[in-house]
């Protein structure tokens, strides 16, 4: 079992819809939690972390569920320019990556 | 704020010639400072990474090796290419065990 797995899409979703995302990781001892946003041929830039409590930004919330070892993603009110590659981020002593979901909004 | 630059942004270099990327880090003092390769269509693989001058912990045995001779200044070196080496390489920042920032990145590609 990989470390850190997400589907990786894409994820084909018209403007205005709704996605959710989801990510999950196998070290139960995993104390921080990351999604990031990439852009094709860009570097990786942090869009959020992820709190035991769950957080929101704007249309975007990211929830951590840690007796089922996954974290979530959810977009709302998904733009054209929320077409990237999410990237899903756990850490310990050390961040393992995930390969990515891409998502592509659809007009 | 912090600032992280890296060059070349492109490089095409023929198998088997050395490499040297820079990344240099603006505004802050002793980062941990990391160095990621990402293949096409995959997740960033860590190579190295630095929590002060001259310390270095490599995660991959490779024919790659790294280098911090300031503090917020990180190399990233190869003697002879291979192949293999081609990828979009990654400098990034932290001040914790935590978020990473990362520069604008090199993409290689060996020939």
């Known amino acids: 079992r990989k470390e850190v797995e997400q589907d990786p899409g894409p994820f084909n979703v018209p403007e205005g819809a709704t996605v959710a995302f989801n990510c999950t990781y196998s070290?139960?001892?995993?104390?921080?939690f990351f999604w990031y946003r990439q852009d094709c041929r860009k570097e990786p830039k942090l869009l959020m972390s992820?709190?035991?409590?769950?957080n929101e930004d704007g249309r975007f919330t990211a929830q951590l569920n840690r007796a089922s070892q996954y974290i979530s993603l959810l977009i709302r009110d998904s733009k054209l320019s929320d077409s990237a590659t999410y990237l899903c981020v756990v850490g310990n002593y050390q961040l393992i990556w995930g390969a990515g979901t891409k998502l592509i909004i659809k007009p | 704020s912090q600032t992280i630059h890296q060059w070349p942004a492109t490089l095409v270099q023929p198998v088997g010639s050395p490499l040297s990327l820079e990344c240099t880090v603006e505004?802050?003092?002793?980062?941990?400072l990391y160095w990621y390769r990402q293949a096409a269509g995959r997740g960033l693989q860590l190579l190295f990474y630095s929590v002060g001058i001259g310390q270095i912990s490599s995660e991959v045995p490779q024919n790659l090796s790294a280098s911090r001779p300031q503090d917020r200044q990180f190399i990233l070196s190869s003697k002879k290419l291979l192949l293999s080496d081609s990828g979009f390489y990654l400098c990034a920042w932290s001040n914790s065990l935590y978020e990473q920032y990362f520069g604008p990145g090199t993409r290689l590609t060996v020939t």
């Open positions: 992820v709190y035991s409590s769950g």
């Open positions: 070290n139960s001892a995993s104390q921080s």
């Open positions: 505004g802050t003092s002793n980062p941990n």
